[in-house]
């Protein structure tokens, strides 16, 4: 399967973005997707995940309330909505599929990534 993001951008602090993960190549519609990110010289991390149907979602902490995964299995394609960004949410944001149906935070259960999407908030 390969996985394409899209959507990211420069964004003033309190301000959105949304963005998509499309998928192809097979149907991830029985499997749990994630999005994780990565700043320049952090390493990369956990930021929300969604189960195959959709039931259920996961964050981290420091994106709860703020954050929404959602996903449409009919167009294999995943979503991270993203309000009152801040300067310390600039990251290249990478979506991935995940080994199982479920919600994992861990970076070893997922096995496709795609090739990230930059993400800038300006204070």
């Known amino acids: 399967v390969q996985l394409q993001a899209f959507g990211g951008g420069l964004v003033q602090a309190g301000g959105s973005l949304r963005l998509s993960c499309a998928a192809s190549?097979?149907?991830?519609?029985?499997?749990?997707m994630g999005w994780f990110r990565q700043a320049p010289g952090k390493e990369r991390e956990f930021v929300a995940a969604i189960s195959w149907g959709g039931g259920r979602t996961y964050y981290a902490d420091s994106v709860k309330g703020r954050f929404t995964i959602s996903r449409d299995n009919a167009k294999n394609t995943v979503y991270l909505q993203m309000n009152s960004l801040k300067p310390e949410d600039t990251a290249v944001y990478y979506c991935?599929?995940?080994?199982?149906?479920?919600?994992?935070?861990?970076?070893?259960?997922?096995?496709?990534w795609g090739q990230g999407t930059q993400v800038t908030v300006s204070s």
């Open positions: 190549g097979d149907s991830i519609h029985i499997y749990g």
């Open positions: 991935a599929r995940a080994r199982s149906s479920s919600t994992p935070s861990q970076i070893g259960e997922y096995v496709y």
